[in-house]
C-alpha cells in the first residue's frame, strides 16, 4: 500500500482532527502485509497512531488507522457503551472492543451499523443510522442530530484533505505529516 493512498484517505486522522479512518488495500501475501503494517507503525506510532488490519482475505485488507488515546475516550463515552452493549460487546477496554470489531467483520460480508463509534462518530449519529431514522444530512457520515457541528466538522476534514494531498505530492514525507498527539 502506497503512503499516497493512505495520505488520500486518512488525513484528518493524521492530522489529528479525526480519532480513526480505514480504508481497502491490495496485498501480495500475509508477509508482505504483516511488514507494511509494520513499516507504518514504526513510523505513525511515534506520532501516537497505530495500524492495524481489521480484516484480510482474497488479497484485500481493510486496514484501521486510529490514535488509541482518542478512541478510549471515545469508546468510554455513555452513550458509545450503551451501543456496544447491546451489539455484543463487552466493553472491557479498548483491545477487547477491536477485537469484537474484527470477529463481528469477519462474520459478515457487511460493516457493523457500531463501526462509526470507532471512526470518531458522534454516538447519536450512530444511533440514528443503527435505528434507520431519516438522516438530516450526509457528508463523511449519516448526520442525524447536530447538523451545524457536522458540517464544522466536514469542513474541517475536506481543507485538511486537500492541504494533505496537495503537501504529500510536493514531497512532504509520512512521518512529517502526521501530528503528534
Known sequence: MSDEILVHHCAP???GLKTANMFMSDFDD???LRCE???LNRILGRKGLRVI???AE???ALIYIFRPERLRRDLRRREAERVLRECGYNCKGMGSCLSHLRQRLGESGEFPHEIGLFLGYPP???CGFIQH???IMTGFWKVYSDAKGAEKKFRQ???CMEVYKSRHAAGCPLEKLAVAS
Open 37 to 39: 503494517i509494520c513499516r
Open 133 to 135: 431514522r431519516k438522516c
Open 58 to 60: 482474497n488479497g484485500k
Open 157 to 159: 476534514y475536506r481543507k
Open 53 to 55: 488490519p481489521l480484516k
Open 13 to 15: 486522522t493524521l492530522a
Open 124 to 126: 447519536e449519529d450512530v
Open 30 to 32: 500475509s508477509q508482505s
